[in-house]
């Protein structure tokens, strides 16, 4: 079964690459370029994953996040976010966080690894 995973990031280079890293016939990719498309596209493909920018204008990759985990029919969809800072401190708020922090520059290894972890198996 392919999982869908929706990227998304103002950087076109950046989106370029994630495609690349995750390219693999068991993932489908949806791409976003910021957050309000990014919301949208989550509510019309219900993606298995959301990989988020933080730095994305308008509506952060953080609040995008927020977003997805405060909404109870996607609150267990799992979110790795993209910083450019290390791993900040809890909300004091309890607000809601991304699943996997990956500071800027990631490596791809690392990347990989926590898609594996947050989507379990994927049948080939």
């Given amino acids: 079964m392919t999982k869908k995973i929706l990227i998304a990031d103002a950087n076109h280079t950046r989106r370029n690459l994630l495609r690349a890293t995750l390219h693999d016939p ?4 949806i791409e976003a370029s910021g957050g309000v498309q ?7 493909h219900r993606p298995d994953l959301v990989i988020l920018d933080e730095s994305m204008p308008g509506i952060s990759g953080f609040e995008v996040c927020r977003a997805i985990k405060q909404n ?5 969809t799992p979110v790795i976010l993209l910083t450019d800072k290390e791993r900040p401190e809890p909300a004091a708020d309890g607000a809601a966080e991304p699943d ?3 500071s800027k520059p990631y490596s791809p290894l ?13 049948g080939d």
């Fill in 110 to 122: 690392r990347l990989l690894t926590a898609v594996e972890e947050l989507l379990g198996p994927v």
């Fill in 38 to 44: 990014a919301l949208a596209l989550r509510e019309v």
């Fill in 72 to 76: 109870a029919a996607a609150g267990n």
């Fill in 100 to 102: 996997v922090y990956l």
């Fill in 26 to 29: 068991r993932y489908q990719i």
